[in-house]
Nanobody, 126 residues
């Protein structure tokens, strides 16, 4: 399984970006995908996750209402739509995926995920 994150870039505060996570040899079914981010000098933090069975979506409080996770099954690609971006959103964004079903309480944990993408840089200028 390989995950390829893309779509990062430089955007002005208040703007939007859509990140993509293209998965190879992976099917969205009874598993989960997530987005994490890591700002310079900080630990990697949870952004949002989707558990495909039942279409459960959860988000960090800091992005709730601004970020949305979606998927395109035909393209085996997940997306992170980011709106109303601020300087605090500047980070390298990583997508991650699980091999199997995961209980809700574990979706926010880095250690839950079996596969990771390489990261894509998002820079928000104020």
């Amino acid at each position: 399984v390989q995950l390829q994150a893309s779509g990062g870039g430089l955007v002005q505060a208040g703007g939007s970006l859509r990140l993509s996570c293209a998965a190879s040899d992976y099917t969205f079914n009874n598993n989960a995908m997530a987005w994490f981010r890591q700002a310079p000098g900080k630990e990697r933090e949870f952004v949002g996750a989707a558990r495909w069975k039942g279409n459960t979506l959860i988000y960090a409080d800091s992005v709730k209402g601004r970020f949305t996770i979606s998927r395109n099954n035909a393209k085996s690609t997940a997306y992170l739509q980011m709106n109303s971006l601020g300087s605090e959103d500047t980070a390298v964004y990583y997508c991650a995926a699980t091999r199997d079903y995961v209980i809700l309480s574990r979706l926010r944990d880095l250690g839950t995920y079996d596969y990771w993408g390489q990261g894509t840089q998002v820079t928000v200028s104020s």
